[in-house]
């Protein structure tokens, strides 16, 4: 059985349909670590009811960016953490952790890459520049991380329809019901060997 670890900023909506998912057999692997860079994210307290070690780790907690690489990095490890999965995480990724899980390390993004990537496409900004740019389809890309926001290889991609009357809310309720299931599909699809990762 697989080990994920899940790094999450916010509420944690793809976290919890990742555990779902796990949960209901639909990706055969178990969830052994949710990390957080907020102490008050709602993400902590849901990984807690489902009895899944949490940690708190973030500037407050390791001013220094080494520091703080080097604590998720262990913590990670000391999970044996096989695959570990950005949910909504909004921070870069260290150099340490980046080796250590070279090739193991997946993040989704709400918009076909690489449209609409790069620092500060995050949530409503990228539905906002989806629409303001008048695109008439964006999407979900599940892809590796790198050194760079976005700039990974791209694994998996799935199209979502940019209709007329569109606000960057109802464009992004639409995209995080695909982002639910292409997540979990592509993890899947890792495990069982139907995409391989490169460089692992």
């Not at 695109?135 to 926001?149: Q, R």
């Not at 960057?168 to 995209?175: D, I, N, T």
């Amino acid at each position: 059985m697989k080990k994920l670890g899940i790094l999450v900023s916010g509420r944690g909506s793809n976290m919890m349909a990742i555990i779902n998912a796990c949960e209901q057999g639909a990706i055969s692997a178990e969830v052994e670590l949710v990390i957080s860079n907020n102490k008050d994210s709602l993400a902590l307290v849901l990984a807690q009811e489902k009895n899944i070690e949490t940690a708190y780790l973030g500037s407050s907690t390791h001013p220094d960016l080494e520091a703080l690489d080097n604590a998720m990095n262990e913590a990670l490890i000391a999970h044996d953490i096989d695959l570990v999965l950005l949910a909504g995480y909004m921070k870069k990724i260290g150099p340490k952790m980046l080796a250590s899980f070279k090739g193991r390390i997946i993040n989704i993004h709400p918009s076909l890459l690489p449209r609409h990537g790069g620092q500060g496409m995050y949530g409503l900004n990228v539905h906002r520049a989806v629409i303001d740019a008048g695109d008439k389809e964006t999407g979900v890309t599940i892809h590796l991380v790198d050194g760079e926001y976005d700039k990974g290889a791209i694994l998996a991609q799935k199209a979502v329809a940019v209709a007329a009357d569109d606000t960057p809310e109802s464009l992004a309720a639409r995209v995080l019901k695909v982002e639910h299931v292409l997540f979990a599909e592509t993890i899947q699809k890792i495990i069982d060997g139907s995409i391989i990762l490169p460089g692992v």
